[in-house]
């Protein structure tokens, strides 16, 4: 999983996993002082890859395994999750509750999914796609920050959990950034804070209405220890209003030793790619010309 999600990721992906996500805890506790001078957002995303190690060393990680223990609430290990992810953008999620095993895959043509609830194999839309793309990767978005939004700007130097963080506020970019596109469909307001003093990543939060009211999801990252030359948190603890908190603790992650094979989409897949193709290019074939275009 790469829990350092996009807006457009975060929805998606805790809809697939089918886990409630817990409190606002962040605008309840961000207590704001005063400060003249603040960093930039970009400087402040650019100290953060250095703290974790530099992106030179970041970017020389070319796969990855994790391992985790999800739970809801009182109720611990609930499920388990291996995530596996390749370069450019190749991922796969298993993820096991009760006997259960539900899989997210995508082997850089096919995404797909399998779940027993919905009675075995489906194919992934390119828009499901990019949505849960490089989800897997857990650095991927924080070395990505600059491209994936349009906008950085600190705006406050806050008390959170103890410790001096930077909040950022961040907008997402779109595919259509029009003023009446966005009046229609709102980018939710998304803050990230960074540690003044570590300058690692505490916590990230998104808030939007919905017809029930505001709803703030927290995302905070934990226990930041040193893999491979490079930083990595092994504890995320999501939070949204109204909902039991979700943690997941990393028990085991691996760098460079993921087979390719991992990543190959079962025969049964690739089976119905090939028969959405073909009924693609039928349907394609049946469209009448345009107007003008016979002799």
Not at 46 to 75: F, H, Q, R, W, Y
Not at 263 to 270: D, I, L, N, S, T
């Amino acid at each position: 999983m790469n829990p350092i999600p996009t807006a457009r990721g975060l929805r998606f992906f805790a809809a697939v996993l089918a886990f409630a996500l817990a409190s606002g805890a962040l605008a309840q506790t961000a207590t704001p002082t005063v400060q003249k001078t603040l960093p930039e957002g970009k400087k402040i995303v650019e100290d953060t890859i250095e703290a974790m190690g530099g992106k030179e060393a970041i970017e020389k990680l070319e796969s990855s395994k994790m391992m985790a223990e999800m739970s809801v609430g009182p109720n611990p290990a609930m499920a388990v999750m291996t995530t596996y992810w390749a370069k450019p953008d190749l991922f796969m999620m298993k993820q096991s509750v009760q006997g259960m095993v539900i899989i997210l895959g995508y082997d850089g043509k096919i995404g797909w999914t399998s779940n027993p609830m919905s009675g075995g194999y489906e194919l992934l839309e390119d828009e499901q796609i990019e949505q849960v793309r490089g989800q897997a990767n857990m650095h991927g978005n924080i070395t990505r920050m600059a491209e994936d939004f349009q906008e950085l700007e600190t705006v406050d130097l806050v008390d959170f959990e103890g410790q001096k963080c930077y909040k950022v506020r961040m907008v997402p970019k779109t595919d259509d950034e029009s003023e009446e596109a966005q009046e229609e469909a709102p980018a939710p307001e998304q803050f990230s804070l960074f540690n003044a003093k570590t300058k690692l990543l505490d916590a990230m939060q998104m808030s939007q209405e919905t017809p029930m009211g505001a709803m703030t999801v927290t995302i905070k990252f934990k226990d930041w220890k040193k893999i491979n030359d490079v930083m990595f948190y092994h504890r995320m603890i999501v939070e949204q209003t109204g909902q039991p908190p979700m943690e997941m603790r990393y028990t085991q992650i691996e760098f460079n030793k993921v087979d390719p094979s991992v990543f190959e989409a079962p025969e049964a897949v690739k089976e119905l790619a090939k028969e959405r193709e073909e009924a693609k290019k039928q349907e394609e074939g049946e469209k009448p010309d345009a107007p003008g275009t016979d002799g």
